[in-house]
């Protein structure tokens, strides 16, 4: 019922908070400001989570009874990627394609119409054609002035970003925006296009003078 779903969430939320240290997100504390601050974050995991034995509505219904709203209501913020979806509706999520998953996914961080969405790494292991629709559709939620934070480990989604930042072994490289984090780089850069990819890296990572490719 709706209580023990609230309690559920409540006690998962519960678990994942942070054992030590301070944070802010859009000006709130992320552990005083917890239940506030919760309906205004959308989150995508990177690892698919939602109910595969559920059908796309249903699992879309079932977030947003979660935060007191309905599809219908959420249906102006979640429109560019519902009309992809709606034709599916009915069809069970574990049925579908790796890219209709994270479109589904990113439907259920936005239902509840939040302030700020945080994605983690949500093209990995998706074809490229899905990935770049995936960042379209991510495009023109930025273009509504929807604030978007991405993990990715794909340097190509990343000059997407307004800004990006490199973080290695925990420790943060740089920020700056794509194009300057490029300038900044010590060794001249060349990207490399052709038919087969596989001969192209054997060649180039036999080339005497490649630092790295």
């Not at 919760?38 to 109910?51: N, Q």
């Not at 990006?164 to 010590?186: F, H, K, M």
Request: proline share 7%; charged share 25%; aromatic share 8%.
């Amino acid at each position: 019922d709706g209580a023990g779903k609230t309690t559920l969430f409540r006690i998962l939320v519960t678990l994942l908070l942070p054992d030590a240290g301070t944070a802010q997100v859009i000006g709130r504390d992320v552990v005083k400001d917890l239940w506030t601050l919760r309906r205004l974050i959308g989150y995508m995991p990177g690892r698919f989570s939602l109910y595969p034995d559920l059908s796309v509505l249903e699992n879309l219904t079932f977030f947003a009874s979660l935060f007191d709203t309905t599809v219908v209501e959420a249906r102006a913020t979640i429109e560019p990627i519902w009309v992809q979806l709606e034709p599916f509706a009915g069809r069970r999520a574990g049925a579908l394609s790796g890219g209709m998953k994270q479109k589904l996914a990113l439907c259920c961080a936005l239902v509840h119409r939040p302030e700020i969405l945080f994605l983690d790494e949500p093209t990995t292991g998706v074809d490229a054609v899905s990935r770049k629709e995936f960042w379209d559709l991510l495009a023109r939620l930025r273009a509504g002035g929807l604030p978007i934070v991405v993990s990715t480990p794909y340097m190509d989604e990343a000059v997407r970003c307004d800004r990006v930042s490199l973080i290695q072994g925990g420790r943060l490289l740089a920020t700056d925006r794509p194009a300057e984090i490029g300038r900044s780089y010590p060794r001249p850069l060349f990207a490399v296009r052709g038919p087969d990819v596989l001969r192209i890296l054997s060649s180039l990572r036999h080339f005497p003078h490649a630092a790295a490719v």
